[in-house]
């Protein structure tokens, strides 16, 4: 009986051995080549093992390669080619090729295992780039090698990469051949620390906004990525506040580029303005960069042209963030309004928030800015931003934070006395619909912040009936004396929920 199940058998028993020993078979072939590497007899050797690295790492081998120190063999190499006189410039560009094919197939941990360990090769590798500018080859894979390791997210290895030397060496490239190495100073800005982006900006800044300039999109799209990476850190986005050279950049930008030849290009540029002005409202209103951006009269023009032209809902969202910024501070108000008709802004921002093609924040930001414009100018009336912005509530599967922000809307227009709702009218749709939303925010949600902004709503819908009611206490000036208490009664508790509501 086992005879017969041996003969029938598919796989000859030994078979069953074939992966494990290929695995042997391959890692004695990386052993052999490496120890050909490092103790061949002569030049000619160590060129062919470095051949045959080659060969292997091509072959997508990389981990087996890795696991038996591959990495720090190869180095090691450069170093003692890089060291020779003259350097060799061939086993250079060579041994290049293989830690780039090498790093390319590594996992991630291992990769910033390898980085971790070898992080004192970075100056070799910029060395390399010393020795031969002229050798496109060896620039191109020091660069490609240099992008890999500043996509990392390590703090420590993103910042040793970026003192390495490197920077003197991409201020050049950024000066005469900008599309080598713009990527590069894209990754190395992101996620970089505070002190490595004020070196960056501080190094680099005439040369960023000169390819700002550019014609060529895919150079703008890297530098203006890069001016956003860096605008987020405080000091250096005050430092563009005050710049008129960034703004006339900023200015260029916005009149050259569109969604339609550079999408990428206007969503950088939406940021980048957002991040400066979001730092410059907390100045005060005599400081310096609050000065110099009343002067960009474009701004708030180019913004609103922005959201009127293109679809794209994440430029709008953050062109809009930045209408709401300015007009969240008593400056960037008066600014705003000095520079655009308060209606045709309300109407834009309205819309924005009505239009169910955008996303939730974006329309979360139209209506804080519709409020604040509602706040700043009393002579703003629409009259059917009401009927819209009930309109959203009536909208299937309405976001809590949208509808928290169209009852504050509503609020500050009964308020300001800018709507006056017939709540008889409403009571069919609006009112079973408010209960709705805070039932299930109550219940679902456990919301604590929206069940707060209804009560501030009723209460100041409460506020306009206790108005009519003491209109028509006040009517009756003959009026018996028991009327006199609930008169007061009434003036009590208009003052209470005023204070409550602060209407």
């Known amino acids: 009986m086992e005879r017969r199940i041996i003969i029938m058998s598919p796989l000859h028993q030994d078979s069953i051995h074939l ?16 120890q050909e590497i490092s103790f061949g007899k002569n030049s000619t050797l160590r060129w062919r093992g470095l051949k045959r690295m080659q060969q292997l790492l091509e072959g997508n081998h990389g981990i087996q390669a890795l696991d038996r120190g591959a990495d720090r063999m190869l180095a090691w190499q450069l170093t003692q080619h890089l060291n020779a006189e003259p350097p060799d410039r061939e086993p250079t560009a060579l041994i290049l090729e293989c830690l780039h094919l090498l790093w390319t197939q590594c996992p991630a941990d291992r990769l910033v295992q390898s980085a971790h360990d070898l992080i004192d090769v970075l100056p070799w590798l910029v060395h390399a780039w010393q020795c031969f500018p002229d050798d496109s080859q060896i620039v191109e894979r020091v660069l490609s090698i240099l992008r890999i390791w500043s996509k990392f997210k390590d703090s420590h290895i993103k910042s040793k990469l970026i003192r390495s ?9 950024l000066h005469e051949n900008p599309t080598k190495v713009c990527g590069l100073v894209k990754d190395f800005t992101f996620r970089a ?7 960056l900006y ?34 250096i986005g005050k430092s563009m506040a005050m710049d008129s050279v960034v703004w006339d950049t900023l200015h260029r930008i916005g009149q050259t580029w569109s969604g339609r030849n550079g999408l990428a290009i206007v969503r950088h540029w939406s940021s980048i303005t957002g991040n400066i002005v979001a730092i410059a409202v907390l100045e005060t209103d005599s400081s310096t960069c609050v000065k110099l951006i009343e002067k960009q009269r474009w701004l708030i023009p180019c913004l609103l042209d922005t959201l009127q032209a293109e679809s794209d809902c994440d430029l709008r969202r953050r062109c809009t963030r930045t209408i709401r910024c300015l007009l969240s501070c008593s400056w960037g108000q008066h600014f705003t309004m000095d520079n655009a008709d308060a ?62 922000n169209v009852l504050q809307i509503l609020s500050t227009m009964i308020a300001a006395g800018k709507w006056n709702p017939d709540m008889t009218s409403l009571s069919g749709v609006f009112l079973p619909r408010i209960s709705f939303i805070l039932i299930f925010e109550w219940n679902v949600s456990h919301s604590k912040s929206f069940p707060a902004l209804l009560k501030s709503f009723f209460l100041i819908a409460s ?35 005023r204070g409550m509501t602060g209407c």
């Open 193 to 199: 620390s505070g002190s490595d982006k004020e070196y």
């Open 343 to 404: 209606t045709i802004i309300t109407n834009v921002l309205s819309n924005l928030a009505t239009n169910q093609s955008n996303d939730s924040d974006t329309r979360v930001q139209a209506c804080q800015a519709v409020r604040s414009m509602l706040l700043v100018d009393n002579d703003v009336r629409e009259c059917n931003l009401a009927a819209s912005l009930i309109r959203i509530l009536d909208e299937r599967n309405v976001e809590s934070k949208l509808a928290a």
């Open 463 to 497: 506020l306009r009936y206790l108005n009519l009611l003491d209109q028509i206490l006040k009517n009756r000036g003959n009026s018996p004396w028991k009327l006199r208490p609930t008169w007061l009664q009434i003036q009590q508790l208009k003052k209470f929920w």
């Open 19 to 34: 992966v494990p020993q290929r695995s042997v078979v391959l890692k004695s072939q990386v052993s052999d080549v490496l």
């Open 165 to 173: 030397g490197v920077v003197k060496y991409i201020k050049a490239s």
């Open 202 to 235: 501080t190094s680099l800044k005439k040369q960023i906004i000169i390819n700002c300039q550019s014609d060529q999109s895919n150079i703008v799209e890297a530098m203006t990525a890069t001016l956003w990476n860096l605008a987020t850190e405080h000091g």
